[in-house]
């Protein structure tokens, strides 16, 4: 098959080293984050293995896009 964009094979490939973050060496996951009522809003954060939301230092959660 050529090496096109259109090549399931490719965009497979393309897909998973998108998803797949890594904070501090340890693998994270997004998950949706409703933050309206401490003024934080709505957005997709990070949580790692053990189900624990990923903090900066001011105890916010990191966005999953930052990573």
């Known amino acids: 098959m050529p090496l096109t964009k259109n090549n399931p094979a490719i965009r497979a490939e393309?897909?998973?080293n998108?998803?797949?973050k890594t904070y501090d060496g340890k693998p994270v996951k997004p998950?949706?984050?409703v933050g309206?009522?401490?003024g934080h809003g709505r957005y997709v954060a990070?949580?790692?293995e053990s189900g624990t939301l990923v903090r900066d230092s001011k105890g916010r959660?990191?966005?999953f896009?930052?990573?």
């Open 31 to 33: 998950v949706l984050y």
């Open 18 to 20: 998108r998803r797949e």
């Open 14 to 16: 393309a897909n998973r």
């Open 61 to 63: 959660p990191v966005p």
């Open 36 to 38: 309206k009522w401490v």
């Open 46 to 48: 990070a949580q790692d």
């Open 65 to 67: 896009a930052s990573l």
